[in-house]
Nanobody, 128 residues
């Protein structure tokens, strides 16, 4: 049984930092594209960042580029999202997702369609 579990969310002031983690089990982690998505109240879920199975390719939404860094450690089946210079508009539920290995582009990786497994989310709240 596949499990994807996010952690690390919380309340932080604008300008602060948080590091999200995502632990995956029940799958061959190193064979999966991993992505971070977020959803703010009243808004659609949006792709934040994604990373290829080897970690060699990453993509970021324009809204987070230069502030967020995605990484993965295949030895411990864990995905990370380092979030710096946080803004109130970064507030939302953050989800981790896993997609079977396939061609990865910006559009494919930041869209939800390819992702097969999703976590329950971790809340990030940035106060002004």
């Amino acid at each position: 049984q596949v499990q994807v579990v996010e952690s690390g969310g919380g309340l932080v002031q604008a300008g602060g930092s948080l590091r999200l983690s995502c632990s995956a089990s029940g799958l061959t982690f190193g064979e999966y594209i991993m992505g971070w998505f977020r959803q703010a109240p009243g808004k659609e879920r949006e792709g934040v960042s994604c990373i290829s199975w080897s970690g060699g390719v990453t993509y970021y939404a324009d809204s987070v580029k230069g502030r967020f860094t995605i990484s993965r450690d295949n030895a411990v089946n864990t995905l990370y999202l380092q979030m710096n210079s946080l803004k109130p508009e970064d507030t939302g539920m953050y989800y981790c997702a896993a997609a079977p290995r396939q061609m990865l582009t910006y559009k494919i990786g930041l869209g939800p369609k390819i992702y097969k497994y999703w976590g329950q989310g971790t809340q990030v709240t940035v106060s002004s």
